[in-house]
């Protein structure tokens, strides 16, 4: 019967590389629209865009492999149950736990998968994907060196600029701030240059007006200044100092934060060690998914009628572990005593999966009520 076993994994990692590309696509695309637009907005070109996607794939691969081993599952013991080939296996003499063995090697692949995904490959493209947002952000010129055109780099900032020189001076330069509440400020300029300071970069505006709007009086305040710098270091994003997100760090760092660790996310310890369990506990959601979708098919027998009920069912034991993941990541994140909890929806999900095809195997063995002769009604 290894044969079988063979067939079996075969039909569920065909399926479940079609599953994972068709989701893959569907969640890549809806994340990309979003992320197209502010590339666009901030006059990046389309190779940058292309190259930010393909940073953030990694992420979204690691988000959709349990649905699509999940998917692939219920497919797959669909199709061998309607084409009665889990019938003929049933009638050889394997049970449901014998019958599990293709659908548990098929999980252990993808729980692979998503610790390999979890543990090296997100936190690597997540690092690349910061450091080079952090690159763009710096290159202010993509941003505030478009002439002839009113920019809106912030909420409540407006900038224009008539022309650029060719030495990279600014003529004609308006910039209006109106992110105070109750005032707004505009600032004009004859000429204008775009300085790199140790805190970020600055507007240096030559001769020119501010003037000031009170909202609350209508009144108007005006003063002339023969140069005046602008800090533009908030606008671009450089306001991190160098701060990073924990989901960039290894695993072996967020297991076991240290001052530095703590200091260069600025995020508490429980933060980091949420993080580092959270990662150890995905790939058991890649196995419950491979596991759960076949053991709820099977557990409910052979049936003219399809197996709609055992679908539904099965769809709906995944989205309580889901909820459940969602409702222990809260409790953890508040609370260090709560971190096993982590592992409860894996846990949770195995065991689910473990009795619906313990509970199939009863299910072979309860004998048939034999029926009653014509002598015993009579």
Request: charged fraction near 15%.
């Amino acid at each position: 019967m290894a044969r079988f076993d063979r067939y079996v994994l075969s039909q569920l990692v065909a399926l479940f590389g079609f599953f994972s590309l068709v989701l893959v696509g569907v969640y890549w695309v809806n994340r990309a629209v979003a992320l197209f637009d502010q590339i666009i907005s901030d006059g990046q070109s389309a190779g940058v865009f292309l190259e930010l996607t393909a940073l953030t794939l990694p992420n979204v691969i690691r988000l959709v492999l349990p649905v699509s081993a999940f998917a692939a599952s219920v497919w797959v013991t669909n199709r061998l149950a309607t084409e009665s080939e889990l019938v003929v296996a049933q009638a050889a003499g394997l049970g449901p736990f014998r019958l599990a063995r293709a659908p548990l090697v098929f999980g252990l692949i993808v729980a692979l998968l998503v610790a390999l995904l979890a543990h090296w490959i997100v936190p690597a493209s997540r690092a690349a994907l910061s450091e080079r947002q952090s690159e763009i952000a710096r290159n202010v010129s993509a941003r505030f060196l478009v002439e002839g055109r009113f920019m809106h780099p912030a909420e409540g900032l407006t900038v224009y600029i008539r022309e650029i020189g060719e030495t990279g001076e600014l003529k004609g330069v308006l910039l209006s701030d109106s992110r105070r509440p109750g005032s707004q400020t505009t600032y004009t300029a004859a000429r204008a240059l775009l300085v790199r300071a140790g805190t970020g970069p600055k507007l240096v505006m030559v001769d020119g007006l501010a003037q000031t709007l009170d909202r609350e009086t209508g009144r108007l305040a005006t003063t002339r200044f023969t140069d005046f710098a602008y800090d533009l270091a908030g606008l671009i994003g450089t306001s991190r100092q160098g701060r990073r997100d924990e989901r960039e760090l290894p695993t072996g760092v967020l297991l076991a934060p240290d001052a530095a660790a703590l200091a260069a996310t600025g995020k508490p310890a429980s933060v980091l060690l949420y993080e580092g369990h959270a990662r150890l506990a995905q790939p058991l959601l890649g196995l419950v998914g491979a596991l759960l979708g076949f053991a709820a098919l099977l557990s409910g027998g052979f049936s003219r009628f399809g197996f709609w009920r055992q679908v539904a069912l099965a769809v709906a034991a995944l989205v309580l572990i889901q909820l459940l993941d969602n409702a222990v990541a809260d409790r953890a994140l508040s609370d260090t005593r709560f971190l096993p909890l982590v592992y409860l929806p894996g846990a949770a999900g195995l065991a689910a999966a473990a009795g619906l095809l313990a509970w199939s195997g009863r299910r072979r063995r309860m004998p048939r009520r034999a029926a009653p002769s014509a002598g015993a009604a009579a």
